[in-house]
């Protein structure tokens, strides 16, 4: 109790200090609890829980992000349930949509309000894994006293947000646990893993949005895999990951302007001219039939005598 009542007054005193608020991002949140959501860190209720028909309303909302989380949800936590961790996933407004842990740390998970239907909001539960993901709209990991509720000081989070094809966020990856020897330097592996999933499941849900263009990495060599372009049969980009979107200075949210893909890469060696179209389309079949001239007219709908006449035409040798 004497532990609980040392956490509220040091909130209490960090709140009223605007120079902490103003250096520390936990402390603007410690502040945002406070004074824009009205709570109290002496609070000792459980967090709200809504109907089961709204959650099956919520569910449904996100259902083919649900099922493609589905396999990923399995994964991280079989890497990390062993050791006392809980796996969520949120929708946007902080609504614990499905868990997964050990049946043996159910009822635990249960105690602390950690099971789907829970709202984890900052407006509701102050500063936390969850909620503060969602307000700042980044990866972030809430070590025991650095929650809002002195209830909560048990709990580490770890969680990183998953933004929509919309550039919009989505949902919230968590990873929680109430472990008496969770160490700071194993909750820095457990982001870094959590930030990875919550990663492949954006990018998952990127690629479905757009089904039927092409996907490529937009990243310096390839090598950043969140910036991603969906790329249509007219070489037009009509879709961006909120990186590429960054990257590109493309529209922040929202369905982007298509664009040509050679003008977001600033190069001329595309097909900007319908000469170049046109060589480019014919060395496409050419590469396609391995160099057979015959298959690569009857690819391009024309006889292999004018394929003949466009490849002397265009510059292209056999």
Not at 19 to 46: F, I, Q, V, Y
Not at 162 to 180: Q, Y
Not at 289 to 307: P, Y
Request: net charge neutral.
């Amino acid at each position: 109790m004497r532990r609980e009542a040392h956490h509220v007054e040091k909130v209490i005193r960090v709140v009223e200090s605007g120079s902490d608020a103003a250096r520390s991002p936990l402390a603007a949140s410690w502040r945002r609890s406070m004074e824009h959501h009205g709570l109290d860190p002496a609070n000792d209720k459980a967090p709200y829980l809504i109907e089961c028909s709204e959650l099956a309303r919520r569910r449904d909302e996100l259902g083919r992000l649900l099922a493609m989380a589905t396999p990923k949800l399995d994964e991280l936590f079989a890497l990390v349930g062993a050791s006392g961790c809980g796996v969520l996933l949120t929708d946007a407004t902080g609504i614990v949509l499905d868990l997964r842990c050990a049946d043996a740390d159910a009822a635990t998970f249960r105690n602390w309000g950690l099971h789907p239907g829970a709202d984890w909001s900052e407006a509701h539960e102050g500063t936390n894994g969850i909620g503060t993901c969602l307000a700042e709209k980044r990866r972030i990991t809430i070590h025991r006293e650095d929650h809002f509720f002195a209830r909560n000081t048990a709990l580490s989070c770890m969680d990183a947000p998953i933004f929509g094809a919309d550039g919009h966020i989505l949902a919230a990856l968590d990873v929680s646990s109430a472990r008496v020897d969770e160490t700071e330097g194993f909750n820095r592996l457990l982001s870094n893993t959590v930030s990875q999933y919550a990663q492949v499941i954006e990018n998952c849900h990127f690629r479905s949005s757009f089904p039927n263009a092409r996907i490529i990495m937009a990243g310096p060599d390839g090598i950043d895999a969140t910036a991603l372009l969906a790329v249509d049969g007219d070489d037009l980009v009509i879709g961006a990951t909120r990186t590429a979107r960054r990257m590109f200075g493309l529209e922040p949210t929202g369905q982007i302007k298509p664009r040509p893909t050679v003008d977001l890469f600033g190069r001329d060696d595309g097909p900007t001219g319908f000469k170049k179209a046109e060589r480019a389309a014919v060395v496409r079949a050419l590469v396609r039939a391995d160099g057979n001239v015959s298959q690569a007219a009857r690819m391009l709908g024309i006889g292999r005598a004018t394929l003949y006449r466009q490849m002397r035409r265009l510059g292209i040798e056999r």
